[in-house]
């Protein structure tokens, strides 16, 4: 079945450390990628999307992702991250034809460790 | 706060009952969307009103759940004879009109427990 994957479940990281967390999706043609993120108590944000143009993709509090459309991914990236990244992280594609609905990857534990 | 807002926020029902979740969109917003959220899993797909008009709905949606959005502003997803399968987190979320893809926008989601 076509789908999002993202193959880190659980990530454990100390303060300043980078981050590279993986996204996959099995659908052909135009996709619209996005990485959304839940706070700790709080409601799914959008960290950031891409749609066309320039495959790196900047996002807010210093996130970013690159598209590389011959490998099916979307891997969200950051160079050093806080405590406060604390997080899980969701990728997410509209698909081709997808009536605007998201298909959600099943999410990435992310615990930052000060 | 002008965000999407979902009440409400905690439900606990009996197997078997009848439960009705409400979402307010963000005002200018006429996309609404609901997307269902199990333990350890993403949000999935449940059904899309473009204005009044239900679009689209997944085949997760049984011939129990029902949505709808009246007015074109707020919607309610209700869940007829509740199992123990449909604990979940009930996520809605919002979007404005356009020609293309825009971002949608999440509340804080509906949590039902069914005993």
């Known amino acids: 079945a076509q789908s999002v994957s993202q193959h880190n479940h659980h990530v454990i990281l100390s303060e300043a450390a980078s981050l590279e967390l993986g996204c996959n999706y099995s659908?052909?043609?135009?996709?619209?990628l996005f990485w959304y993120v839940q706070y700790p108590g709080q409601h799914l944000q959008l960290l950031l999307k891409?749609?066309?143009?320039?495959?790196l993709v900047k996002g807010i509090k210093g996130f970013e992702a690159e598209f590389i459309k011959s490998k099916f991914s979307f891997n969200l990236r950051k160079p050093s991250v806080q405590w406060s990244d604390t997080a899980e992280y969701f990728c997410?594609?509209?698909?081709?034809?997808?009536?605007?609905?998201?298909?959600f990857g099943t999410g990435t534990r992310l615990l930052v460790s000060p | 706060d002008t965000g999407v807002s979902q009440d409400p926020r905690h439900k606990i029902t009996k197997r078997g009952q009848n439960v009705t979740f409400r979402c307010d969109p963000i005002?200018?917003?006429?996309?609404l969307y609901w997307y269902r959220q199990t333990l350890g899993q993403g949000p999935e797909f449940l059904t899309y009103?473009?204005?009044?008009?239900?679009?689209?709905k997944s085949r997760l949606l049984s011939d129990r759940f029902s949505a709808e959005r009246p007015k074109g502003s707020f919607s309610t997803l209700e869940i007829q004879r509740t199992e123990q399968g449909d604990s979940a987190m009930y996520l809605c979320?919002?979007?404005?009109?356009?020609?293309?893809?825009?971002?949608?926008?999440f509340g804080p989601g509906t949590r039902l427990t069914v005993l």
């Open positions: 979320a919002s979007s404005r009109r356009t020609s293309g893809i825009v971002e949608q926008f």
């Open positions: 659908y052909g043609g135009t996709v619209n």
């Open positions: 891409y749609f066309s143009g320039d495959p």
């Open positions: 997410a594609v509209i698909p081709p034809a997808g009536f605007q609905k998201l298909v």
């Open positions: 005002s200018e917003h006429n996309r």
């Open positions: 009103f473009q204005n009044e008009a239900q679009l689209e």
